[in-house]
């Protein structure tokens, strides 16, 4: 499984340094430049997720449409063409042309969907879980190398590494991607159980709603972050405060991985991380003045965001049906990115420390009570996946006559013929039928 991901996993850590690098020092050197206002700062910040969250349902679809490989490639020629504008910016009106220019290239939900489709369903969990750790590690990546180098070296490196690593993404995508296998897909034509998809329905809002409100927390906290910082340290030693609160995110992601895959318990883990998100607020709302408990606070902040890194992006492929995968977490996607846009346009209104330590019971007092509405949303909305298993059966064992009644079958949740690798796929809900059940009913005479 893992060497069937790893170009898309690479591409996605690349694409994510690219777009997350800025993110440690950005605010504070912007706010240095020429016309620097409340609204410019916030654009420049927050442009290209403002166009991640418009364009990534178009991409999503158009690459359910015309195949995955090709709208990757597209996406990523636009966001190469961006980061060349940022990295040869001269002012800041250039800087928010390019960010916007980089936000139209929208593939994040498109490489999800690429790893869904390259898995079989009983691996896609622990596939989708890897992608979010990917997205994680990125975001590490970008925290360290981004304040160094941004600290040394200004904007400009940032986005010529940016450029870099967006040239060997393309690469990646041309060489070693394949083109999307050719799928014929059946819904059931029986009355099917309306409860269960309106449950479902509510659990894909509620999730993109949650991806929404994480891309806005890690946005803004990582737009005031550095400001805060820069009242006790230099620049170049922000890492100091990001590489353990790095490693916290490291060290809490695997045994609540484990716990919420292995044991069913995702539900659990992510009440769990919205909780962390409320201790982090608290810490950084009462000692905003002592750089230690606001450390910890951010620490606890990177563990939380970890967690439902690999969470969210698991989750949401448990209920994205085939047909509309590339659609579904397409606008889930779009819903981080909105997220992202908002928390970057707050965070530029807060560009001076003057003002964060004016507001700050305002600003984290908010936010904590954002997060007690976020627990009880998704302790009421969210509800457990329904046991389901697939089975993978060669099209030529199969009885084309038994075929085109499979979907009348009750039971069957969906099913699809992989014409290029000629499997045929179910996915059938385990409390009303079996795998044997499924066998009889398509070799019958």
């Known amino acids: 499984m893992f060497l069937k991901i790893l170009p898309f996993l690479s591409i996605l850590i690349f694409r994510f340094i690219g777009l997350f690098i800025v993110l440690p020092v950005i605010s504070l050197l912007i706010a240095a430049m020429p016309h620097a206002n409340v609204l410019n700062v916030g654009l420049a910040i927050g442009a290209p997720y403002l166009f991640q969250m418009i364009c990534q349902p178009i991409f999503g679809r158009l690459s359910d449409k015309y195949g995955r490989k090709p709208i990757l490639i597209l996406g990523l020629l636009i966001f190469f063409i961006g980061s060349i504008i940022c990295m040869l910016e001269t002012s800041i009106y250039y800087l928010i042309i390019g960010r916007c220019v980089q936000g139209i290239g929208a593939i994040g939900g498109l490489l999800t969907a690429l790893v869904a489709d390259s898995v079989r369903e009983e691996k896609r969990t622990s596939a989708m879980a890897l992608m979010g750790v990917g997205i994680f590690i990125s975001f590490v990546v970008a925290m360290i190398l981004g304040s160094i180098l941004g600290g040394h070296y200004g904007l400009n490196s940032l986005f010529t590494l940016t450029t870099i690593v967006t040239i060997i993404s393309l690469l990646i995508a041309i060489i070693a991607v394949k083109p999307t296998p050719k799928i014929k897909y059946a819904y059931p034509t029986h009355d099917v159980n309306i409860a269960i998809e309106k449950e479902i329905q509510r659990s894909i809002f509620a999730i993109s709603a949650s991806g929404f409100i994480e891309k806005f927390l890690m946005i803004l906290t990582f737009s005031l972050t550095p400001i805060i910082l820069n009242e006790y340290l230099e620049k170049i030693h922000f890492w100091y405060v990001y590489l353990p609160a790095v490693f916290t995110g490291i060290f809490v992601l695997g045994p609540t ?43 606890v902040f990177f563990g939380a965001f970890s967690i439902q890194e690999a969470l969210l992006q698991s989750l949401i492929s448990k209920y994205a049906k085939a047909k509309y995968r590339g659609a579904i977490i397409g606008d889930f996607s779009a819903a981080g990115f909105g997220g992202s846009f908002v928390g ?73 013929e992989n014409l290029q690798e000629n499997i045929l796929t179910i996915k059938y809900n385990t409390e009303i039928l079996d795998s044997a059940h499924i066998q009889d009913f398509i070799n019958r005479e």
Not at 279 to 286: R, V
Not at 395 to 413: C, F, H, P, R, V
Request: glycine fraction near 6%.
């Open 257 to 299: 991985s484990i716990f919420s895959e292995k044991r069913g318990r995702s539900k659990e883990v992510l009440l769990l991380s919205i909780l962390m998100f409320f201790i982090a607020y608290s810490c950084m709302a009462f000692f905003i003045d002592n750089i230690i408990v606001f450390a910890v606070g951010l620490a």
């Open 344 to 416: 970057a346009m707050i965070g530029g209104y807060f560009n001076s420390y003057e003002k964060i330590a004016l507001n700050h019971w305002f600003i984290f007092g908010s936010l904590m009570f954002v997060m007690l509405l976020w627990f009880f949303f998704v302790y009421s909305t969210i509800k457990k996946p329904h046991v389901t298993h697939t089975i993978y059966i060669p099209i030529n064992q199969a009885k084309i006559k038994n075929l085109e009644s499979l979907d009348t079958l009750d039971g069957i949740m969906e099913w699809y």
